[in-house]
């Protein structure tokens, strides 16, 4: 019962809670949930029970600019974390399971939509941002240049976001070091 509300809680926050990272999503499109069950959990506790609920089972918005409720509502075979659903090429199916297809973890996915990237982007199997793919990076006081962030921070197991966020100026050491990009040499 306690997960249950917290699903119940989840779809009422990201429907009105403007400052939740999930509210773009929904809210701020014009979902809503449905007055039987804004502020009734028993109804939408009974509603769950006669169709279907189990633990870890997504609760799913049938109509995507409709409100949560009865009529539009389902639980489906996907576990909550994977709930999010993306279409590329035509085809539609959950984070997991394009991360399953690809063979590429789905926090990878999801780190990158969180990024601002497109779906295509997100789904790619060779997408990495560019600095990362190409340019060799320096670390100040030692001198060693690493010819990408990947290298360096396996190298000196300084995390590799630091590295690239003291690179672009973000930040001013990485491990306790200055670093910045090494500019390709130009024939």
């Given at each position: 019962?306690?997960?249950?509300?917290?699903?119940?809680?989840?779809?009422?926050?990201?429907?009105?809670?403007?400052?939740?990272?999930?509210?773009?999503?929904?809210?701020?499109?014009?979902?809503?949930?449905?007055?039987?069950?804004?502020?009734?959990?028993?109804?939408?506790?009974?509603?769950?029970m006669?169709?279907?609920?189990?633990?870890?089972?997504?609760?799913?918005?049938?109509?995507?600019?409709?409100?949560?409720?009865?009529?539009?509502c389902?639980?489906?075979?996907?576990?909550?974390?994977?709930?999010?659903?993306?279409?590329?090429?035509?085809?539609?199916?959950?984070?997991?399971?394009?991360?399953?297809?690809?063979?590429?973890?789905?926090?990878?996915?999801?780190?990158?939509?969180?990024r601002?990237?497109?779906?295509?982007?997100?789904?790619?199997?060779?997408?990495?941002?560019?600095?990362?793919?190409?340019t060799?990076?320096?670390?100040?006081?030692?001198?060693?240049?690493?010819?990408?962030?990947?290298?360096?921070?396996?190298?000196?197991?300084?995390?590799?976001?630091?590295?690239?966020?003291?690179?672009?100026?973000?930040?001013?050491?990485?491990?306790?070091?200055?670093?910045?990009?090494?500019?390709?040499?130009?024939?």
């Open positions: 019962m306690k997960k249950l509300y917290l699903v119940w809680q989840a779809i009422k926050t990201r429907c009105y809670n403007i400052g939740h990272r999930t509210y773009k999503y929904y809210g701020a499109k014009g979902v809503t949930v449905c007055d039987e069950w804004r502020n009734n959990f028993k109804a939408f506790y009974d509603w769950a006669a169709n279907g609920y189990k633990e870890g089972l997504c609760l799913i918005l049938v109509d995507k600019k409709g409100a949560y409720g009865p009529s539009n389902k639980f489906g075979g996907e576990t909550i974390s994977n709930c999010r659903l993306l279409t590329h090429q035509g085809k539609t199916q959950s984070v997991s399971q394009w991360a399953k297809e690809l063979n590429i973890f789905s926090s990878t996915i999801t780190t990158r939509l969180r601002g990237l497109g779906v295509q982007d997100a789904l790619s199997t060779s997408y990495l941002p560019r600095k990362t793919r190409t060799k990076v320096k670390c100040v006081e030692t001198g060693v240049i690493y010819e990408s962030l990947t290298k360096a921070a396996n190298e000196t197991c300084v995390n590799f976001a630091n590295i690239s966020n003291a690179c672009r100026g973000r930040r001013k050491t990485a491990g306790g070091y200055h670093w910045e990009y090494v500019e390709a040499e130009r024939g």
